[in-house]
């Protein structure tokens, strides 16, 4: 082993391990939270607020995701909220998805920064740093490969990210996951869809344009992401749906997207109900005017989240989100959830 391999083995030696939600419960911490104040209350109302959207059997629920708690140990806490029935869609950054997700079904792992060096030693050695996290350059390209070869088995068409993530699905439940029950996987076995409305912005996005530079080469036609059929269907979604409630996890372009088919439904002609239920964790601040961090009574003023229940938590999802999800689970009202199977609406 060469000093420069010896290097980066010592740096990627701590994997970051996964929370289980049922591994505690999460119900003694809420109970507390609640007759506490500050942040604490309103994770515990938070926590009120996404039971009820479980508990409440007309409710579909839509999961957001922005940000990189997939890669800091929260992977898991999202797979076994569809796993376990509380989430119907999916609505997230290409990183969670692809970067985080589909990059560990392939085998590879995400790791403790026990120690951050220079970053420009780090480029050296290939190894890629999120905030205390490290990924392996050299296994991410892997990924973005990967991305072309099932772009290059697919019609040369544009579809949307639902459809080419679903094909991400069967690809790895045909055998081909090195790592049983990503996210990916999960859904695609529970019909439950994933919208990724950047879709480039990230692996993928590699994968991709590799697809088409090689395919405009030999001449033949390419695979293309087509983001407004990705907003057509989760409006179609939100339509078919009727009553809803979201749990954001950062904001960012999946808030926005989800929160909108409200008004898209209404501007196709559809009388449709603003989201019911609303929670978004995120550490942003409303001053800047930033939509992805304008707050959910904000939104009610553009006829997308209702304000009776909804709530702002202003803590990092790692910290709170499992616990939240944790008391959920343990509550056990997905047990008698009927499982929407939102997928299974579209022909690919």
Not at 49 to 66: G, P
Not at 101 to 130: C, M, N, S, T, W
Request: charged share 25%; net charge negative; glycine share 6%.
């Amino acid at each position: 082993m060469t000093e420069t391999s010896q290097r980066k083995a010592e740096l990627l030696s701590s994997p970051v391990e996964h929370i289980d939600i049922a591994s505690f419960d999460g119900r003694v911490i809420i109970d507390a939270w609640e007759k506490m104040s500050f942040s604490s209350r309103d994770a515990a109302r938070a926590a009120r607020i996404l039971q009820a959207a479980v508990a409440d059997q007309d409710c579909s629920v839509i999961l957001t995701l922005a940000g990189s708690t997939s890669a800091g140990g929260c992977m898991h806490v999202w797979r076994d909220m569809v796993r376990n029935n509380m989430v119907d869609a999916i609505v997230a950054t290409g990183a969670s998805i692809v970067d985080m997700d589909f990059f560990e079904a392939l085998g590879f792992k995400h790791y403790q920064a026990r120690e951050i060096p220079d970053d420009r030693v780090l480029r050296e050695l290939y190894i890629d740093r999120i905030y205390d996290t490290y990924i392996d350059e050299e296994e991410l390209q892997t990924t973005d490969h990967t991305i072309g070869d099932i772009a290059d088995s697919l019609d040369p068409k544009p579809i949307s990210s639902r459809a080419f993530i679903k094909a991400m699905g069967k690809w790895l439940a045909d055998g081909n996951a090195k790592k049983e029950g990503s996210l990916i996987e999960e859904c695609y076995t529970h019909g439950v869809p994933i919208f990724v409305p950047a879709f480039a912005d990230c692996s993928a996005g590699f994968g991709l344009v590799r697809h088409q530079v090689d395919r405009m080469k030999a001449g033949k036609p390419y695979l293309a992401i087509d983001a407004v059929a990705d907003f057509r269907e989760l409006t179609d979604i939100k339509i078919k749906a009727g009553k809803t409630g979201l749990f954001m996890v950062g904001g960012g372009v999946p808030k926005n997207f989800a929160q909108d088919t409200v008004v898209c439904a209404e501007i196709l002609g559809h009388d449709v109900p603003m989201h019911e239920y609303a929670v978004q964790i995120t550490v942003a601040d409303v001053r800047d005017g930033a939509c992805s961090s304008s707050t959910l009574k904000e939104a009610c003023s553009w006829g997308k989240v209702d304000v009776t229940l909804e709530q702002m938590v202003y803590a990092e999802a790692t910290t709170v989100a499992p616990v939240i999800v944790s008391d959920v689970f343990h509550r056990g009202a997905w047990k008698t959830r009927p499982r929407r199977r939102f997928g299974d609406m579209f022909q690919d």
